[in-house]
């Protein structure tokens, strides 16, 4: 059944408080009939009463987070590990997640198990009927989640925040699921939803420096698919009481942003000036085309907006946009204020219940572990050359009679065909487009999507292929069409690939041409490194035509992409896939450009610091690094410590280092850095840090 607030308390059906007026109740009764999946969306209002399990309880990880979580006031009442029974930190203690659901009544679940067997974890957790499940880990291969998917969608009783996700955090309850760094947050009446981590951490201390603090904050995760998306954050927002203004984080890759779109156009129509105000940000607006941006999400497949197109689209729709996180607060204090509502009450309320601090803080076990469940290389798919292409490719073209493969470019008057994710669907997809020319492929690519377990119905082929306008197309042609996209969706199936496309002709014979110099075969990196699935697919990886440094940064869990722009003289060094992108972003609007992306992740320590200085400084181009630090799961003054350390190590060649460190701790970070004697520089504020950046690389 799907949570209720009522008042100012929310509550899950097993867990309402005795005190609760006799109409709640009457909300919990089985005449409440749930149909689908989207009904389960009011499933993430969780509060003081929701009585949440950890899966993978007695692991390190979910030990340290259990225990902050204890101390922050969640419900937290046991939790489950294979094959173990008893008690764990003074909590119940059961061997599968059915028996643990039968004696505990969990609303949620956090599932705190290694990408390899977090599918299976988070199934567990469908079939025992959990109302909320919420995966924290990363690089869980994409066609497992494809798979929970396809079984949420046959059900109406759980619903699925993440993977790769933070988790959903309601300051007002008191209840964290996930890893949300605590000492950021304050109770309050602002409602977040976002894409990237580190985003939403800096997005969340400037609403709480405001006084505005927050309602209910949902971290969508940075995966290709997300049980969650920004629309279903939006329908619980708009009617949560406790919510009086909205924001959402976006970032490349995906049509989650136009979906929210749409839905605040319809919203504002239908409400008129009792709208809730809603802002919004975009990363990802100066990332290079075809690049993966840290996160295994954070790119645009044909047919999908720009991270500028989205920023356009979503303040078309009413949303007011702002560049970096750090300007929500004084932002939502405006829009508030315009809309008629108290902005007084609403900051005193907030700040009554709990106010923002920095403090000096106990590493948890997230921190000691590196900020990662499970701590693995950061590749995050392989491309394959379309020469290479040949290879994996030709065993399934056999299947199709009469189709060839040709080594020329795909004439003008070409189609375009693949199979890859729709992942507002939640869906692998056929994607087709009458055109295959560059220039107007992108508003002419469709997306028909299908069941992973089943693949494509021939209804579903029928509608693609329509799109494709082969009406004049001899029948010969027709039919390997649909053989085409029959074998495409099976070696998509079978190889864990992300994208299978290219462009096809009709030759003057009436048959089909596959045109080799127009192929992309993407597969899922996380298949392999989480699962050791699809070893021959990615034996075929040549790392020697790869950039030397993206490689080695690689081995160090770190993900770092050189930029081309001849122009570019800032370095970066950035926690956070989401903060790196706003981070290049931000300094384009300040007239800075820099060399390279750099997302160190959860692991800013002294080793990743170091080895990132010494990746930066390999470029000639660099004149100053900009360090931009969020200190959420980790402490601001561990940061300044590493910085120091591995500035000291690393032959800087004279090269100027500004750092920036907000978060936990930030003041004492701030202070190692300006007293260090170094060639450093410590700033507060994201602005004044980018100014004096850009005016030292313009020496």
């Not at 009450?345 to 469940?373: E, S």
């Not at 074998?487 to 080799?516: C, P």
């Not at 706003?582 to 609007?589: E, G, I, S, V």
Request: charged share 25%; with cysteine; hydrophobic share 35%.
């Amino acid at each position: 059944m799907a949570a209720v607030r009522c008042g100012k308390t929310s509550v899950f059906p097993h867990s309402y408080p005795t005190s609760l007026p006799r109409c709640s109740r009457r909300d919990f009764t089985s005449s409440a009939v749930r149909g689908s999946y989207d009904d389960t969306v009011q499933n993430l209002r969780i509060g003081k009463h929701t009585r949440v399990i950890y899966q993978g309880f007695t692991g390190r990880v979910a030990t340290g987070n259990a225990k902050d979580s204890l101390a922050y006031g969640t419900n937290i009442v046991g939790g489950v590990t294979p094959g173990k029974e008893g008690e764990h930190l003074g909590l119940p203690l059961l061997p599968n997640v059915r028996k643990a659901t039968e004696q505990l009544k969990p609303d949620a679940t956090a599932v705190f198990v290694a990408a390899p067997q977090c599918a299976k974890a988070i199934e567990e957790a469908i079939e025992a009927e959990i109302p909320l499940i919420v995966s924290v880990a990363e690089h869980i291969p994409l066609h497992d989640i494809m798979r929970v998917c396809s079984i949420l969608k046959t059900q109406s009783k759980s619903r699925l925040v993440g993977a790769n996700a933070p988790g959903i955090i309601a300051p007002i309850g008191s209840c964290r699921i996930g890893f949300q760094p605590l000492p950021t947050f304050a109770p309050g009446h602002i409602g977040i939803a976002a894409k990237s981590g580190t985003l939403s951490y800096e997005t969340v201390a400037s609403i709480t420096r405001s006084g505005l603090g927050q309602s209910l904050c949902v971290g969508m995760g940075g995966d290709i698919i997300a049980g969650t998306n920004l629309v279903d954050a939006l329908r619980v927002f708009e009617a949560d009481p406790e919510t009086e203004g909205i924001i959402l984080v976006g970032e490349i890759g995906g049509r989650a942003e136009e979906d929210a779109a749409e839905w605040i156009k319809e919203y504002r129509s239908r409400m008129g000036s009792k709208a809730k105000p809603i802002a919004a940000l975009v990363g990802g607006t100066t990332a290079p085309e075809g690049r993966i941006m840290g996160h295994a999400g954070a790119w645009a497949a044909r047919g999908e907006r720009t991270a500028k197109e989205k920023y356009r689209v979503l303040e078309e729709a009413g949303a007011t946009m702002v560049d970096h996180p750090e300007n929500f607060g004084s932002v939502m204090k405006t829009l508030l204020s315009q809309s008629g509502r108290d902005v007084r009450n609403i900051t005193k309320d907030a700040n009554q219940r709990r106010g923002y601090h920095t403090l000096r803080r106990r590493p948890t076990a997230l921190q000691r572990n590196g900020g990662d469940v499970q701590r693995i290389q950061q590749q995050r798919g392989l491309l394959l050359r379309p020469e290479q292409a040949s290879g994996p490719l030709q065993p399934y073209l056999d299947q199709v009679e009469g189709l060839s493969l040709s080594k020329e470019p795909a004439p003008k008057d070409s189609f375009y065909i693949g199979v890859t994710v729709d992942r507002t669907a939640r869906q692998p997809c056929i994607a087709t487009s009458p055109t295959a020319d560059a220039s107007q492929l992108n508003q002419r690519v469709k997306r028909f999507p299908y069941d992973w377990r089943e693949g494509p119905t021939k209804s579903t082929i029928r509608q693609a292929t329509e799109h494709m306008q082969l009406d004049a197309a001899p029948p010969a042609a027709k039919a390997q069409i649909t053989r085409l996209v029959q074998t495409l969706a099976k070696m998509y199936k079978e190889k864990e690939a992300v994208t299978l496309s290219g462009s096809v002709s009709i030759d003057n014979n009436g048959n089909l041409t596959l045109h080799q110099p127009s192929l992309l075969l993407q597969f899922d990196d996380a298949a392999y490194r989480s699962n050791k699935r699809q070893e021959d697919i990615h034996s075929l990886r040549e790392k020697d035509t790869e950039v030397p440094e993206e490689v080695e940064a690689e081995q160090d869990g770190i993900v770092f992409i050189k930029l081309n722009d001849p122009d570019a003289n800032i370095g970066t060094l950035v926690n956070g896939a989401g903060l790196a992108m706003n981070t290049l972003d931000a300094l384009r609007l300040h007239g800075g450009k820099a060399t390279n992306f750099l997302d160190t992740g959860g692991k800013a320590t002294s080793e990743t610091v170091k080895k990132s200085f010494e990746l930066i400084l390999r470029d000639s181009r660099v004149k100053v690094i900009f360090v931009n630090i969020f200190g959420g799961l980790t402490d601001g003054g561990m940061i300044a410590e590493g910085v120091l350390l591995a500035f000291k190590e690393v032959d800087m060649k004279g090269v100027p280092v500004v750092v920036r460190i907000r978060g936990t701790n930030e003041a004492l970070g701030q202070k190692i850095i300006a007293e260090s004697g170094l060639e450093l520089e410590a700033f507060d504020g994201f602005a004044e840090a980018a100014e004096r950046v850009v005016e030292l690389a313009g020496r």
